[in-house]
Nanobody, 125 residues
Framework: VQLQASGGGLVKPGGSLRLSCEASGFTLNRPAIGWFRQAPGKEREAVSCLSTNNDITYYPDFVKGRFTISRDKTKNRIYLQMDNLTPEDTGVYYC???????????????????WGKGTLVTVSS
């Protein structure tokens, strides 16, 4: 299992970014897969999740309406569209999964087993 995140960068408050995560070694049609972030001095937190077997998504309240997770089956990739970004969204963003977990609830509470390298998102004027 390999995950490669990309698309981070510097953006001004109110701006948008789209992160991409390329998956290899498995197919995005069963496990839950999510995006997590770690801000400086804070614990890592989930910002979105997709149960790939039934397309159920999860978003915490602090990103609802601003972040959207999606999947491209042909490319075996997931994306995180982030709009109306604020400085509080600054952090290193990771995509992560666990081939034994099909639900986002389990992925969030038991924790992923496979993590990609993160991509840095900086929101600053």
């Amino acid at each position: 299992v390999q995950l490669q995140a990309s698309g981070g960068g510097l953006v001004k408050p109110g701006g948008s970014l789209r992160l991409s995560c390329e998956a290899s070694g498995f197919t995005l049609n069963r496990p839950a897969i999510g995006w997590f972030r770690q801000a400086p001095g804070k614990e890592r937190e989930a910002v979105s999740c997709l149960s790939t077997n039934n397309d159920i998504t999860y978003y915490p309240d602090f990103v609802k309406g601003r972040f959207t997770i999606s999947r491209d089956k042909t490319k075996n990739r997931i994306y995180l569209q982030m709009d109306n970004l604020t400085p509080e969204d600054t952090g290193v963003y990771y995509c992560a999964t666990d081939l034994g977990q099909a639900s986002c609830y389990a992925l969030r509470h038991d924790g992923p087993s496979d993590w990609g390298k993160g991509t840095l998102v900086t929101v600053s004027s």
